[in-house]
Structures are given as structure tokens and as C-alpha cells.
């Protein structure tokens, strides 16, 4: 009778814990992104799209693309609608792997940022002065990559494998107690 107890009382508190963590682990990611991760491109973009599973906001400075011998793109004012942010971008710069690095806040208020990376198949000369940014979009420059620290594990891995990876705890927890009960009984 006390190990049945025991036992339920065990499995009701991991459901509470699992359900109590569940949603602090759904935070909203990155969707696509137009270019998208891994595509190989004839011609730049003269904008870049990026759709997220939620709602953002902006932060400061929130989108750089940089590539090969040091080349930074020209940003200008991103616009949010909702879940999708939209920039224009002048491209300048050789053939290569170029990196968009995005940092945005979440509508639960957490911040995040992350990369997508494509190529560029030929290189991109400068633009002429006569080419600029239009002057109702003022651009930004690039700045360099952020810091290690600032990648964070919700980029890296999708939700349900942080899902997946509880109950198997409370499952592993569980077999651990009914065998030390059984082994005391």
C-alpha cells in the first residue's frame, strides 16, 4: 500500500513539474528566412524576409549580413509586421558564404538571435553613388559578428526536442524510484 503511494504521488509530481515547464519552453523561433538557410544565390537580394512562429519586436541594430574578406551589406530600416520582418539590403562583395545575423524580442519578452547562412555565386561590386539607399530608408552598417555567449540553446535546438528530453527525466526518475522501493521492500 505505502509503495503504491509513493508511486502515485511520485507520478503526479513530475506531470506538475513537466506541465509547469512546458511553457516556459515554447518560445517562438525562427520560421524561414528569404534567403533561405543554405541557399546558393546567382544575384543578391534586395530585400531579406524573416518569418518567426510568433510575434517580435525590433532591437537595436537587429539585422547585419557580412561575408568573405571582411564584406558587410548595407541595411536599411527593417519594418515589422507581426511575426514577419522585412529589410532592404544593397549587397557588396566577393563570391562566398555570407551570414545573416538577426537579434529580435520575442512577444513572452525574451530576446534572441541567431544566423542563417547562403552563398553568393558571383561577386557583388560596390554601388555608384547614383545607386544609394533610398533616402526614406536610412541604412545602417554592418557590425561585426556577436559574441559566442549571445548564441543561445532555443536556436539551436526546435521545442519539442526540449519536450522530448523532459518526459524522458521524469521517466528515468521514476524507474529510478520504483526500483530503489522494490529493492527496499
Do not use: C
Amino acid at each position: 500500500m505505502r509503495f503504491k503511494r509513493f508511486g502515485a504521488s511520485l507520478l503526479v509530481t513530475g506531470l506538475a513539474l513537466l506541465g509547469a515547464a512546458t511553457p516556459a519552453m515554447a518560445h517562438s523561433e525562427l520560421k524561414s528566412s528569404d534567403p533561405e538557410r543554405g541557399a546558393s544565390l546567382a544575384t543578391p537580394p534586395t530585400q531579406i524576409k524573416l518569418t518567426f512562429t510568433g510575434p517580435v519586436t525590433l532591437n537595436a541594430d537587429p539585422i547585419q549580413i557580412t561575408g568573405p574578406e571582411n564584406a558587410k551589406w548595407t541595411v536599411g530600416r527593417a519594418e515589422v509586421a507581426g511575426a514577419v520582418i522585412t529589410a532592404p539590403v544593397q549587397a557588396v562583395g566577393p563570391a562566398g558564404e555570407y551570414t545573416l545575423r538577426y537579434k529580435v524580442t520575442f512577444e513572452d519578452s525574451h530576446e534572441s538571435g541567431g544566423t542563417v547562412k547562403f552563398n553568393l555565386s558571383a561577386p557583388v561590386a560596390a554601388p555608384s553613388s547614383s545607386n544609394a539607399a533610398p533616402a526614406s530608408q536610412p541604412a545602417t552598417s554592418a557590425t561585426p559578428a556577436p559574441r559566442a555567449e549571445e548564441t543561445t540553446l532555443e536556436g539551436l535546438l526546435p521545442t519539442w526536442v526540449w519536450i522530448v528530453l523532459a518526459v524522458a527525466v521524469v521517466l528515468a526518475g521514476l524507474v529510478v524510484a520504483l526500483r530503489f522501493l522494490r529493492r527496499k521492500s
